[in-house]
């Protein structure tokens, strides 16, 4: 099954091919980056970083691209072009998902279920979206006219390493639908799946200097690109302080547009007077809180019970319970659910923080038994009674882990939720139709799933509120508002 996977790792980190730059591979000349197995912990290649030098060649390649080509211009074709791409990337599904576990951790049944399909499903959005544009006319006794959206130019995309395939893909989508040529760097964690994608670009037929893929780490390759004056946006899916340092990036060089999706600290709230199924809740907050090994901003790291003792008691077991079914192991084999985290800092933080609140009071409602060894795996765990003065309990820990939360009253669940500085997503477990809406009326954060954890489709705007994002959305029409500009052209009437 993974043989295919095993010669894109080969090709990729046998050649060094750690740079996609005007329709060709290229090696770094940078320090070298060692692409590590968090399953194994073993050394599986290594990439060299671009220099400033190759970022700036990967930058004059997309605006050469972006401003002499038919790209830009020409909407059917790109629209044609962007569906054998999504095709393409359909066909080679096993491919990318195999990338992805091996580097990054990645279960890779859901990869294939989940993953790539929603990459797919973007482009395929994007591209139906952009044939249908007719844009907005307008005429009064002084003339008439007409508005009409444009591309910016050239994008930088900087990318995060827990969804590395599906998060570029919320990117290309609308970037390149709206005829742009890209810069992608991708986290110095999870790089191969996006050096693939920007082959398969050129296979679909996607002209050169379109798509570039540069290898390396924010401090450099970032910081590069987040003062490069011939950059129009950047968007940037990453940690609360890195994207201060985009801003501020952009402010230092050219006012780039900017574009942020930051952390989240996610609640999911049972309304218990309206919740008739322990099990079935337990099991939905399993798979928000634990998949992707916690790893994700909108996972639900805080369960929040509105209710009395004696039936947040029958709760708290359901959860054990649920947690209990969470199956973690090797991210190749199968009726795995979730896989190691991502490298060694982060199960240093994840387990410190654990113990921290432990220490201080925590209660361990539960805990896996037992773990792999080798690699970086951390434990599935449910806590009770974090403290607020611990990393735990104001921190987003970003690993397998969550807290349950008792409150009396409906105001301070939603107060946990509005207070934060964080406002990404939560989710609400409440059947009554009436109390449903007064939910929607009492939280704000950027998606409110009803009961069921969910993000939404490629169809629904995502990204977050207070710290939780800056300007644009992922997904969405309104994801393009993030590539385009407004253009408005008058023409006089005398």
């Known amino acids: 099954m993974f043989e295919n996977g095993r010669k894109a790792l080969e090709d990729l980190l046998g050649g060094n091919r750690g740079i996609y730059s005007d329709g060709g591979f290229v090696s770094g000349e940078g320090e070298p980056i060692d692409i590590v197995s968090p399953s194994t912990g073993e050394t599986l290649g290594t ?47 096993e491919v990318i998902a195999y990338l992805d576990a091996v580097e990054a951790g990645k279960v890779f049944a ?88 920007a082959r398969l670009a050129t296979e679909a037929g996607v002209p050169d200097g379109i798509v570039n893929v540069v290898t390396g780490v924010g401090a450099t390759v970032g910081q590069a690109l987040g003062m490069h004056p011939d950059i129009d946006v950047i968007t940037f899916t990453g940690s609360g302080p890195s994207g201060r340092k985009v801003l501020e990036n952009s402010a230092k060089s050219n006012l780039k547009k900017v574009s ?44 929040i019970f509105v209710g009395g003792e004696d039936r947040c008691a029958e709760f708290r077991d359901a959860l054990a319970a649920a947690a209990a079914e969470i199956t973690v192991g090797d ?60 990393e735990l309990g104001c921190g987003e820990i970003f690993g397998p882990v969550t807290q349950l939360i008792r409150v009396e009253t409906r105001d301070e669940a939603a107060r946990l939720i509005n ?6 997503a939560s989710t609400v477990w409440c059947e009554d139709i009436g109390q449903v809406k007064r939910w929607t009326d009492l939280i704000r954060v950027g998606t409110l799933a009803i009961n069921g954890y969910s993000e939404g489709t490629v169809a629904t705007p995502f990204g977050g509120m207070r710290q939780s994002g800056f300007w644009g959305r992922d997904n969405g029409p309104e994801s393009l508002d993030t590539y385009q500009e407004a253009m408005t052209v008058w023409i006089a009437q005398s």
């Open 47 to 93: 990439l060299s970083q671009a220099t400033d030098a190759q970022v700036d060649a990967a930058v004059a390649a997309a605006r050469s691209a972006f401003a002499t080509g038919d790209w830009a211009r020409d909407g059917e074709q790109r629209a044609a072009i962007l569906r054998r791409l999504a095709d393409l990337v359909d066909e080679r599904a």
């Open 110 to 197: 859901g990869s294939v279920a989940e993953d790539v399909p929603d990459v797919v499903a973007n482009i395929r959005f994007h591209a139906d979206l952009i044939s249908s544009y007719e844009g907005r006319y307008l005429q009064d006794s002084s003339g008439f006219g007409w508005v009409k959206k444009v591309p910016i130019g050239v994008v930088a995309a900087v990318l995060p390493w827990n969804f590395p395939i599906a998060m570029l893909g919320w990117k290309v989508g609308p970037a390149l639908a709206a005829g742009n040529a890209m810069v992608i760097k991708p986290s110095e964690d999870s790089t191969l799946s996006a050096l693939y994608f």
């Open 419 to 424: 207070d934060e500085p964080y406002g990404l």
């Open 331 to 390: 991210p190749l084999e199968d009726g795995t659910d979730i896989g190691p985290v991502i490298n060694a800092r982060a199960h240093q933080r994840i387990n410190s923080w654990v113990e921290e609140a432990v220490t201080k009071g925590a209660t361990v409602v539960y805990q896996s038994p037992e773990v792999p060894q080798a690699g970086t795996w951390c434990p599935v765990t449910v806590l009770e009674g974090v403290p607020a003065d611990s």
């Open 260 to 303: 942020l999706e930051l952390g989240g600290r996610a609640g999911y709230i049972i309304d218990d007077e309206h919740a008739s199924d322990y099990e079935a809740i337990a099991a939905d907050i399993a798979g928000a809180a634990f998949g992707v090994s916690g790893q994700n901003c909108t996972a639900s790291s805080r369960v």
